[in-house]
């Protein structure tokens, strides 16, 4: 989707949002100050248009606000939880509730500062996902099932679905951070199986919803 105002764009997998330590070109800003002539500037220079990111490996539905009042008023939205963002993914083992909330504050791992973990530390942010099941998978010789689920976000913390699926001892599949580290088990996958593939939200400035789905890549 594209007007005057905003984009959402398809992200694939393997693409840094924006410049950061070890990826300084070919990210995704790049190619919007190449597409659009004009971008909010309300993130800083680094960061134009953008409202909110997705992991390099997670792909999906993302926004991107071509002024500052776009920008803002798409940051508010989020703030007060008025956007709805579903995610699709895979995780180990055999969810029997068809669903489910995880209520519980991240913030960075004490043990190792470039992971984000459960944590009960007075930097920590409230973090808040619901899910529920789509599909359930058997378990085979490599693994103890799967669980195909729909994950909504009520809070846009680090790795946050990553985290809570860790923290309720159903790792995403395929995820190296966080998940089990098996190749067979991980189905052969080299990425985490998680799809941002719905976004529905009232535009800025028309007042209409937008609704939009992506299917899986």
């Known amino acids: 989707f594209e007007d005057d105002d905003l984009i959402v764009l398809s992200k694939p997998t393997d693409l840094v949002v924006h410049p950061a330590r070890g990826h300084y070109s070919g990210t995704l800003v790049h190619a919007l100050l190449g597409h659009s002539a004009t971008l909010g500037t ?85 973090a808040v996902t619901t899910f529920r099941v789509l599909e359930r998978y058997m378990a085979g010789r490599y693994d103890d099932g799967y669980t195909l689920i729909e994950c909504k976000l009520y809070t846009g913390r680090t790795h946050q679905i990553r985290v809570h699926m860790e923290y309720i001892k159903h790792p995403v599949v395929g995820d190296s951070t966080y998940g089990r580290n098996h190749p067979k088990a991980d189905l052969g996958l080299e990425r985490q199986f998680l799809h941002s593939y719905r976004l529905s939200f009232v535009h800025p400035s028309t007042v209409e919803t937008i609704d939009l789905l992506d299917p899986l890549p």
Do not use: C, F, W
């Not at 508010?76 to 956007?83: K, Y």
């Not at 895979?90 to 913030?107: K, Q, R």
């Open 42 to 126: 309300l993130q800083g220079e680094d960061r134009p248009g953008i409202v909110h990111r997705l992991d390099k490996d997670t792909s999906g539905l993302m926004m991107v606000a071509k002024n500052d009042a776009t920008q803002a008023a798409l940051g508010d939205a989020l703030r007060l939880r008025t956007i709805d963002r579903r995610y699709v993914t895979l995780v180990h083992g055999y969810i029997t509730p068809d669903s489910g909330l995880v209520d519980a504050p991240l913030g960075r791992n004490p043990r190792d500062r470039m992971r984000m973990a459960v944590v009960e530390a007075p930097t920590s942010k409230q």
